[in-house]
């Protein structure tokens, strides 16, 4: 604990942890700003997320150290996460456009016997390829899960349970409601390069730039190739 973190008369320096801990926020809101629509500014959810970094700062009771970093990022996406709630993160447009192409390829699974293909999927969407990965592109807001798949009328909104969470990842929600063999099975019968992405984002936390250096192809393209695995996975979910 630096004796920096306090002023003279023994308060806690809150202009130094905000200094400090300012890159936290700018990583956190990058990160999550990879799996949004891109009508989101990033710089709404610095905002936020400084908001949250603040409210830590005033409720945190013990050392500032390692343990106040990881109560911080708990805030700090809680605080992002209501105030994308707020702004009706993901337009039912988009919600819309996700259902058709997840419908399209429950059809074409059916039918077919195997993964469908792009250029299947734009055919039985009667659309061009380019408009139709026009479509991935503009859906990236496309959750691995959409929660309230799963909650009952009566429950909270899916946002304030995250909020509750320790780490606040997509993942944690799926195992508290037993749906991990099910994800695993069907990650594995995702397409080779759909599967790999899937992989290095959510298992090594590499955000999308850094997936398209690995691969050779634009960031947009792996976007693209995200929002269509997780278009996947929830059609074989929603099927079981």
Partial sequence: MSELMYTETGTINKEQLITEHTPLVKRIAYHMMAKLPASVQVDDLIQAGMIGLL???????GSY???FES????RIRGSILDELREADWLPRSLRKKM?????AMRT?????GHPPSEQELSQELN?????????????RGGQLIYYEDFQEEDEDHFLDRLCGTQDNQPFDQLLEKNLREMLVDAIDKLPPREKLVMGMHYEEEMNLREIGEVLGVSESRVCQLHTQAIARLRTRLRSK
């Fill in 99 to 103: 259902r058709q192409i997840e419908a």
């Fill in 108 to 112: 074409l699974e059916q039918r077919l």
């Fill in 127 to 139: 659309m061009t390829l380019g408009d139709y990965q026009e479509a991935l592109q503009e859906a």
């Fill in 71 to 74: 109560y911080a990022a708990q």
């Fill in 55 to 61: 409210d830590a700062i005033g409720r945190y009771e």
């Fill in 65 to 67: 150290g390692r343990q």
